[in-house]
């Protein structure tokens, strides 16, 4: 998922207790960026950023993932107990 940085990576993982789990990393630093699809203009690459939104989009869907955006307080509080 570039654009943030190069090489930008998210995490997806299916976990047992929480089922298909996707870690944001950068590509949202808040709720309130992913609600509007916001792309920060201090990133690296925006047009990189703005199709990993894109991706990362699509493949939450796809695999009906629950997305936990680490920069978000109230998202990071969800985190399960395994990866804390």
Known sequence: ??????GHQVLFLRL???GP????????HFEQNRKDAIVPQFNYDIPATDQ??????????AENAK?????????FAQTPAILN
């Open 1 to 6: 998922m570039p654009g943030h940085t190069p």
């Open 16 to 18: 047992k207790e929480n």
């Open 21 to 28: 789990t996707l870690l944001s990393g950068d590509v949202y």
């Open 52 to 61: 990993s939104i894109k991706d990362f989009e699509a493949f939450a869907k």
């Open 67 to 75: 997305v936990i955006i680490q920069h978000d307080a109230g998202n």
